[in-house]
């Protein structure tokens, strides 16, 4: 059963780019037919494609290289620049928004983890499928692009870091305080 859903998804992976410039002035980036023939082909629409040890490994490995390949894409001046410092403060901003959704919505209660994890989620941003999408844009190295690399940064970074402060086996004081020296040392 492996090697059929393993069959399926490199399928996926080779005919998504003939997919996405099939269609005149390509309107949808290639990136989208990946994450939407994944998800309908996946164990929870379709349920052609079985998730088992050989596929959660692809799986693992194409999230980190998305992480990896994000993280090249990173210049640290535009995280610090006014962009950053913009970006920085609209993620905050959303972070006090989705904390305010989240403790009005019955379902989640914030002082549990549950109502935490929600509200780091709504913050977060998929910077791994931006920047593919960026650059089959020509966006990568423009104003609109730098922008979208600033403030998509920080709505990575921003929910990685909160999550190692709640994560952490020391203090959530402690744990600033680490992050805090690592910075100022950096």
Not at 90 to 114: N, Q
Not at 137 to 142: E, K, Q
Request: charged share 10%; hydrophobic share 55%; glycine share 10%.
């Amino acid at each position: 059963m492996a090697f059929v859903s393993l069959a399926i998804i490199a399928l996926v992976a080779f005919a998504s780019p003939f997919i996405a410039s099939a269609i005149p002035r390509k309107p949808i980036p290639e990136t989208v037919f990946l994450l939407v023939l994944g998800a309908v082909l996946g164990p929870h629409m379709l349920g052609v494609i079985h998730v088992d040890a050989e596929v959660s490994l692809v799986s693992e490995l194409g999230l980190a290289f998305l992480f990896l390949l994000a993280g090249f894409e990173i210049d640290p001046k535009s995280i610090t620049g006014v962009e950053g410092r913009y970006g920085l403060a609209t993620w905050v901003v959303t972070f006090g928004i989705a904390w305010l959704a989240v403790r009005f919505t019955p379902w989640f209660s914030v002082s549990h983890f549950d109502g935490i994890a929600v509200t780091l989620a709504l913050t977060s941003t998929a910077l791994g499928t931006l920047v593919p999408i960026m650059r089959e844009r020509s966006l990568t190295g423009t104003r609109v692009g730098d922008s979208i690399l600033a403030y998509g940064t920080w709505g990575e970074l921003g929910p990685v870091l909160a999550m190692s402060v709640l994560l952490s086996a020391r203090t959530g004081i402690q744990t600033l305080v680490i992050l805090g020296l690592t910075v100022i040392r950096n």
